[in-house]
């Protein structure tokens, strides 16, 4: 079956859509992250989609849950790479990638994902007021 | 059009149409993308149909039209289904409503109990 691979970067998973997504292609990629991310305890997932000609609601739909179960499993997503020709049709259609942080390209997004979960454990050390 | 594995042979031929036309890289992606949503409701809600693609010509102006035609169970209130949020398969609710957005014309016809047509259409 075909499959999007997932690479293991530090505490975070790399996964670059290089191939027109398909629906089913699109499903089997969110259930696959979500079973990686509660197998390694991953802290963050770089989506890069600067393959992608488009992204219409479906994919839409499909990056949005991805975020939502990545935070619920405690880790942050970044979408990186969308094209500007993809980004005004989005908006143009409706979609609002509520809750997504973005960046420009996958060195752009590593450093967001290592500045947040950094933070994050900040949070952890801060003492109780 | 008879599986959702279709849709990317749609949105292939759509592109290459539309680039051969001449539509700019963002009007190219709105048709697309619209394309693309089209393809997935004829499939997931008319059970499958077809696609017809036209080139278009008015004096220096080219465009592609694209005709969405299933024989499924029909649209019971064409507004409401165009309202972004509306569906009834558990998707966003943009697919329709969006799709119009996305192109320069918009017409849909659809009979309960006979199927639905929608055409687009996106100008250079």
Do not use: C
């Not at chain 1, 499959?3 to 290089?18: D, F, M, W």
């Amino acid at each position: 079956m075909e499959r999007i691979p997932i690479l293991r970067l530090g505490n975070h998973l790399l996964v670059s859509i290089q191939v027109d997504l398909h629906d089913r292609l699109a499903l089997t990629l969110q259930d696959d992250l979500t079973s990686r991310l509660a197998e390694n305890g991953a802290r963050g997932v770089l989506l890069d989609i600067s393959s992608l000609e488009i992204v219409d609601s479906f994919i839409g739909r499909m990056i949005g849950n991805i975020a939502a179960m990545a935070r619920v499993l405690d880790a942050h997503t970044v979408v990186v790479g969308m094209r500007p020709a993809v980004a005004i049709t989005l908006v143009e259609l409706g979609i609002s990638m509520q809750g997504v942080r973005t960046a420009i390209d996958v060195d752009d997004g590593m450093r967001l994902l290592e500045a947040e979960t950094a933070a994050e454990a900040g949070n952890v050390e801060r003492p109780p007021l | 059009m008879r599986e959702v594995g279709d849709i990317v042979a749609v949105r292939q031929q759509t592109r290459q149409w539309a680039g051969e036309v001449g539509l700019s890289l963002v009007d190219q992606t709105k048709i697309v993308t619209a394309a693309s949503e089209l393809a997935r409701n004829a499939v997931v809600y008319g059970g499958g149909g077809s696609v017809r693609l036209e080139l278009l010509e008015n004096g220096v102006r080219k465009g592609l039209r694209l005709v969405f035609a299933d024989q499924g169970p029909g649209i019971p209130d064409v507004e409401r289904a165009l309202q972004d949020g509306f569906t009834t398969g558990g998707g966003l609710g943009l697919g329709l409503g969006g799709a119009r957005r996305l192109v320069n014309e918009f017409a849909i016809d659809s009979e309960v109990g006979r199927g639905t047509t929608v055409t687009i259409a996106r100008w250079s």
